[in-house]
């Protein structure tokens, strides 16, 4: 005999976060720990590829700054030429470390894309292999791509504006150029914090809902609209927090490496062994800095994705869907992706609980309307108590004459109880 009702399924694992509306601690807390999540995917490959991408863009930037100036050890100073091949050489290894810094942020925008999908998937207690989270990223690429394309060019204009702005008015007068310099640089820190905030969740867009880049720059906008100061104070924690650690790990760092050259070539003379050492310690210096930037950008990506699934959750309802998925998957069901579910829709705001009674519609009554008062006074014991009279009783209030209570003890009557019989007593 079989029955239609499902058998025993085990408990769902717990995800990384509850699947209700997250806290400021919560979203703050779990971005730093959800490294214990997928330690294969989140310190593994991503951290070994932002430091990966990190080397070879100081090898290559090097490379090219020792082949450009090189050339200068075979001009003298004071030649004519001189000039136009140092400015030569400085042209290409700027115009180089851009080229090669927007390169590597390709590789940027895959750890940050990876972790993204990495964490959503963490939220309803799934791991994925990187394989099947570079299918999930793939489709999304160019467009984190050119979302990052767009942001440095952005960057790139205002600051090319602000320096032409400043060069011409230096021109003019160089206190007004370095005036208005510094009034922009100043004017420009809170812009930059107030679109790092509304634009900080475009990446959990692109990848998790597969939209355009400028619908995701508009979602985000919309997303964040109430809930800007706690988006802020997330990504400037985070921020400041990695800030401290790296001057924590570095400047004591940098401190013993100027001790260790020191040691190694005492006279200050330039020599094979302190050569080495400078090196060495240079690059143990830089790998550290590096890990500390690595671990800090999958903790603020991780950090957006919390985020955006909170904000979806207060405002969308994702939760509800989260929870459904989890259910059906129980169930051994197969069903679709829940952030591509309701995308955009509105909740109504969750009611009050208890719910509060409505109010009285007219004033309110007294309390002897409903057959109470004011507690009696106190009688000490042996005192006997008057019997209450008229006056002493008020009226109730609400209730017409006929139908007050009568003042005094009750009226006495003909009846009086039974007697006992013979077969009683």
């Given at each position: ?145 050119g979302y990052t394309l767009l942001a440095s060019g952005a960057v790139l204009v205002a600051v090319a504006i602000l320096a032409a702005a400043a060069f011409a008015l230096g021109l003019l007068a160089l206190a007004a150029g370095i005036i208005v310099a ?12 107030w679109l790092t905030t509304r634009l900080y969740l475009v990446t959990p867009i692109l990848v998790l809902e597969d939209t355009g880049v400028f619908a995701a720059i508009a979602r985000s906008w919309r997303l964040t609209r109430g809930r800007f100061w ?196």
């Amino acid at each position: 005999m079989t029955t239609a009702q499902p058998g025993w399924t085990p408990a769902p694992r717990a995800g990384i976060v509850p699947l209700h509306p997250l806290t400021f601690g919560t979203v703050l807390g779990r971005s730093f720990v959800a490294l214990r999540q997928n330690p294969r995917v989140l310190l593994g490959f991503a951290l070994g590829i932002q430091m990966a991408t990190y080397l070879v863009l100081l090898v290559a930037v090097g490379g090219i700054a020792f082949a450009s100036f090189s050339r200068l050890a075979t001009v003298p100073v004071s030649s004519p030429d001189y000039p136009d091949l140092f400015a030569g050489a400085t042209a290409i290894t700027v115009i180089s470390s851009l080229v090669l810094g927007i390169a590597s942020s390709a590789l940027t925008v895959i750890v940050q894309g990876v972790v993204v999908a990495d964490v959503a998937h963490g939220v309803v207690a799934e791991k994925l292999t990187v394989g099947a989270l570079w299918r999930r990223i793939r489709p999304a690429f160019w467009r984190l791509f050119g979302y990052t394309l767009l942001a440095s060019g952005a960057v790139l204009v205002a600051v090319a504006i602000l320096a032409a702005a400043a060069f011409a008015l230096g021109l003019l007068a160089l206190a007004a150029g370095i005036i208005v310099a510094i009034l922009f640089f100043l004017a420009a820190i809170p812009l930059a914090f107030w679109l790092t905030t509304r634009l900080y969740l475009v990446t959990p867009i692109l990848v998790l809902e597969d939209t355009g880049v400028f619908a995701a720059i508009a979602r985000s906008w919309r997303l964040t609209r109430g809930r800007f100061w706690r988006t802020l104070a997330t990504w400037f924690v985070i921020q400041t927090g990695f800030g401290i650690i790296t001057q924590i790990v570095v400047v004591p760092l940098n401190f013993f490496s100027g001790m260790f050259v020191g040691v190694l070539s005492p006279t200050g003379d330039p020599n094979v062994t302190a050569v080495v050492g400078t090196v060495g310690v240079s690059l143990v210096v830089q790998m550290v800095s590096l890990l500390v930037q690595s671990i800090a950008l999958v903790v603020n990506a991780t950090a957006a994705c919390l985020v955006y699934v909170d904000a979806r959750m207060r405002t969308e309802g994702l939760d509800l869907d989260l929870q459904s998925y989890v259910d059906q998957r129980q169930m051994g069901a197969g069903v679709a992706d829940p952030y591509r579910w309701h995308v955009g829709r509105t909740v109504a705001p969750p009611v009050a609980w208890p719910p509060q009674p409505a109010p009285w519609p007219g004033p309110s009554p007294a309390p002897q309307a409903y057959g109470y008062g004011p507690p009696p006074a106190y009688t000490p014991p042996g005192v006997d108590t008057p019997a209450p009279t008229a006056a002493d009783v008020p009226p109730a209030a609400g209730l017409p004459a006929s139908e007050h209570p009568p003042a005094g003890p009750p009226a006495a009557t003909d009846w009086a109880p039974p007697q006992a019989g013979p077969e009683q007593r």
